[in-house]
């Protein structure tokens, strides 16, 4: 069965995220506003907020660059537009024995990395492009 969380929501639990909920700085109409932190790992945090309820919205990875392009630079990913509205992201790391060429699509840039990062998760190969782009 699919998973039917949010493509963003999936892509952030691929990525170790933890959230860290912080007390109510405000309401907007009858929802309470809460600072929280995202960590990805020890050197990097991401702010963002939570809606009614308390519930975390991860980054929003599959649509907003402020979020996803720091993955693309982080993955050293590339994007090429194929046709239409058909996307691909690739990332290429030439370390590991044998070499990794990963490649997926979607109908956006962010929507194709998001794709890829599940893929890679799925194929448990994610951790070992994260540690060779931290090598990098």
């Known amino acids: 069965m699919p998973d039917p ?5 999936r892509v952030a639990d691929a990525l170790g995220t933890m959230h860290v909920l912080g007390p109510v ?13 995202h960590h990805k790992d ?3 945090a991401y702010d963002f ?5 308390g519930r975390v919205l991860a980054p929003p990875y599959d649509t907003e660059w ?6 693309i ?4 990913v590339d994007l090429s537009w194929l046709s239409g509205s058909e996307w691909t992201a690739t990332v290429w790391i030439p370390n590991p024995s044998p070499r ?8 956006s840039p962010l929507v194709a990395l998001c794709n890829l990062i599940l ?11 994260l540690a060779a782009a931290a090598a990098a």
Not at 5 to 9: F, Q, S
Not at 49 to 53: G, I
């Open 5 to 9: 969380r949010p493509l963003n929501v």
């Open 25 to 37: 700085i405000g309401k907007d109409g009858e929802r309470n506003i809460r600072r929280c932190t």
């Open 42 to 44: 020890e050197t990097y």
């Open 49 to 53: 907020m939570t809606d009614y309820d």
């Open 66 to 71: 402020s979020a996803g392009g720091p993955l």
């Open 73 to 76: 630079e982080r993955l050293h």
């Open 100 to 107: 990794l060429n990963r490649r997926s699509s979607g109908p």
């Open 119 to 129: 893929s890679l998760e799925h194929d448990g190969l994610l951790k070992e492009v």
